[in-house]
């Protein structure tokens, strides 16, 4: 699945750049998403066949070494884990059409098929550094109309529109003062000449978007634009969740490991956190099936978020038959917070609050995945393993600016009830330091120890 992430300024390349599809080249697409095109020379072309290749790639191995070199250490903390959890699986991507190109920024279109059947498209931009590395990385989705829609080239009045625009929506940030701030940034920006010369919607998107991140440090907050007009943020219909629903299945809605293993350890990998109108019956059916363990093992390693009620939902199998008080959530535009709460109510079987849980976190586990490890961590009811996450704790809102433009803003901040505070900016920090790829065996190495000492108590004497 395609995730959203952001990109570099000053790279219009305006003398060297290419703003024209890329001619198609003979022979059709592997997946039958589009007609493929060749892969542009350059070094911003042989970053984007490698990337391509990276996530297309059977093994995770290849992507996880691909974002160690080919990413700057910022870059690869926003955005690695875009193609590490595209790897290893059954979804591969074409290249579809390169809608902007130069010798250190590519924009381009991709384009898969997913195992359910269903085409699946985005828009990658990036562009490099001095040293040849991706400084600055953005992906959003996109449709097959994005592709009969010839690439728009953006007049000197369609930047300046777009950023006032921009600027206008960002003061609804979360914080007053940050959005006074986002918006004094670009329209300064673009008074500057900061942005003359860039004529590709996405590359601008990337653009402003590294700028409004150097006010804030928020990973969640992004500018996009869209080749077509998107639909108004809407609750799904019946028949998107039906379609929905048919696409999760296959990875038992985002939980494709769920097993009791030697020594009475369940392992559960969890790559995101349907919400329970989508998910509840998978999610029940899961932690009722572990419920036997003597110890959990959560893995968050891929997990880059999804919905606060999945967190809630599946938290509530850890705990016992009164209601425990998580998280509350802060909506600036609203001015009211909203309260999380287990519910011992739900049906299945329970873990409970008396067996050792272990969660698992790498620098690529993000939003709703922090907020699971964070939690669990001030109530001392998991001890969490591995690296510390990427620091995001901001909710966002898909804020319409014009036909083509939108602003992905967080308007609204987690608070702990325990530390009154979050994980905005410092990520969860880990009891037990480990590297990502250690963290399981350490996790079951201590898991072993705690059974052993619960078998032999006198060992503790």
Request: negative net charge; proline residues 7%.
């Amino acid at each position: 699945m395609l995730s959203t992430l952001p990109l570099v300024t000053g790279c219009t390349g305006r003398s060297t750049a290419t703003h024209a599809s890329v001619a198609p080249t003979a022979g059709p697409s592997d997946t039958g998403a589009c007609a493929t095109v060749a892969f542009p020379k350059g070094p911003a072309g042989r970053r984007l066949a490698e990337l391509v290749a990276a996530t297309n790639a059977p093994e995770v191995a290849p992507a996880t070494a691909f974002v160690a070199s080919g990413m700057t250490d910022d870059v690869r903390q926003r955005h690695g884990g875009f193609v590490v959890g595209n790897a290893g699986d059954e979804l591969g991507f074409d290249l579809c059409r390169v809608d902007f190109v130069a010798p250190t920024a590519v924009v381009a279109t991709l384009g898969g098929k997913s195992p359910a059947g269903d085409f699946v498209y985005g828009v990658v931009a990036f562009a490099l550094d001095d040293h040849g590395k991706i400084a600055a990385f953005a992906v959003l989705p996109a449709t097959a109309a994005d592709l009969e829609v010839p690439v728009a080239k953006l007049s000197e009045s369609d930047v300046r529109t777009a950023v006032d625009g921009i600027a206008a929506a960002v003061t609804g940030y979360v914080f007053v003062d940050k959005g006074v701030a986002m918006a004094r940034r670009i329209r300064g920006q673009l008074a500057s000449g900061a942005y003359d010369g860039i004529e590709n919607g996405h590359l601008l998107a990337l653009v402003v978007s590294e700028d409004l991140y150097a006010v804030t440090g928020d990973k969640h907050l992004e500018a996009s634009y869209h080749a077509v007009a998107p639909e108004p943020p809407h609750d799904p219909t019946p028949a998107e969740l039906d379609a929905i629903k048919k696409v999760a299945v296959r990875d038992n809605f985002g939980m494709p490991v769920a097993e009791i293993r030697d020594g009475g350890i369940a392992y559960l990998k969890v790559l995101g956190f349907v919400p329970p109108e989508l998910g509840a019956e998978a999610m029940s059916a899961t932690m009722s099936k572990l419920a036997d363990a003597e110890v959990l093992i959560i893995d968050l390693r891929e997990n880059g978020g999804g919905s606060p009620e999945g967190v809630a939902y599946m938290a509530s199998y850890l705990f016992g038959d009164t209601p425990v008080h998580l998280n509350d959530i802060y909506n600036r535009q609203t001015d009211r917070t909203q309260s999380s709460y287990t519910n011992p109510e739900l049906p299945g079987r329970r873990l409970g609050p008396g067996k050792p849980v272990y969660v698992l976190t790498s620098s690529y586990t993000f939003s709703a995945a922090e907020e699971f490890a964070y939690d669990l961590q001030a109530l001392g009811r998991a001890t969490i393993v591995g690296e510390v996450t990427g620091g995001g704790a901001h909710p966002v809102e898909m804020v319409p600016v014009s036909e083509h433009w939108s602003v992905f803003l967080p308007t609204s901040r987690s608070i702990n009830p325990i530390t009154k505070t979050n994980w905005e900016g410092t990520g969860v920090q880990p009891d037990v330091v480990v590297p990502a790829a250690s963290a399981l065996d350490t996790a079951v190495e201590l898991a072993a120890k705690v059974r052993a000492t619960t078998a032999n108590p006198a060992r503790e004497r």
